[in-house]
């Protein structure tokens, strides 16, 4: 596996790939490497000739400069994990090969970027947007792999992806989740014990709404009820709960077919966040 820095480097190594037909997948990442990242690149290996991840903790995503500062880095220890998923080329650019003097572009993608975590992280979606277009036309991929565990940020993209007819697949993977359910974060790392253990309210109160939902309840407020109930058991108020449309993010009054129910929750000092889909999918 090699690392580049740079958007020419990248273009010029997948130059030839690419004249041969080469098939190309893209993994975009943050860093911090953990077994949801790992089963993106393993499916990125299944499907494509070349497998490229990137990693790059990307600033302008984040609205607390605290979360920034605290974002976990070890570039050796993540090229190793990429490498042995399957990774051909770790993509590691600096901030200012991404952002380079005078960078002036923002893409917004409107509708479905506002709600929810866009409405908790002002900015974050246009941070995302904006680097994730980059990385697709840096690498010009066939595939690019995303995780449902951020189910906002795939439907973001998807939207982004259609909305720009840019020429590509975007897969969208299953989350990855420690034995007792927590789903995999890179900032699991900074709970602490108790923190730990209160975490799993995110994931019960989930499990609590696809039950009442399996049992027939089709009324959000009544899932959403459930659902409060459970994540208070572990002393957890939900910064938001709601049933939504899983494309949309539109909220879903009555379920009658497919919805996603997400939560974000402070835990301690770290913000998570997780989601599932209910009914008919
Ligand atoms: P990051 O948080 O590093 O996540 C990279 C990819 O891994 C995302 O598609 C995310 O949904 C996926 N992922 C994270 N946890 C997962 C889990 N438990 N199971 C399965 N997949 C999981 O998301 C980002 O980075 C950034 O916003 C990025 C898209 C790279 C743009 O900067």
Redesign the pocket.
Known sequence: MRTLRTVSEVRAALAEPRRAGRSIGLV?????L?Q??V??IRRAREDCDEVVV?L?V?PA?FNEAADLAAYPRDEARDAALAADAGADLLWAPAVHDVYPPGFATTVHVGGVSESLEGEHRPGHFDG?AT??TKLLVAVAPDVA??????AQ??AVIRRLVRDLALPLRVEG?????EADGL????RNARLSPDDRRRALALKRGLDAAAAAATAGTTDAEALRAAALAAMREHAVEPEYLAVVDPDTFDPVADVNGAALVAVAARVGEIRLIDNTLIGRH
């Open positions: 975009p990442t943050m860093g911090a953990h949801g990242h089963s993106l990137s790059f990307n995503q995302v680097v994730v792999y995303f995780g449902r565990k951020d940020q795939l993977l299953p989350t990855v989740r789903a995999l974060s890179s």
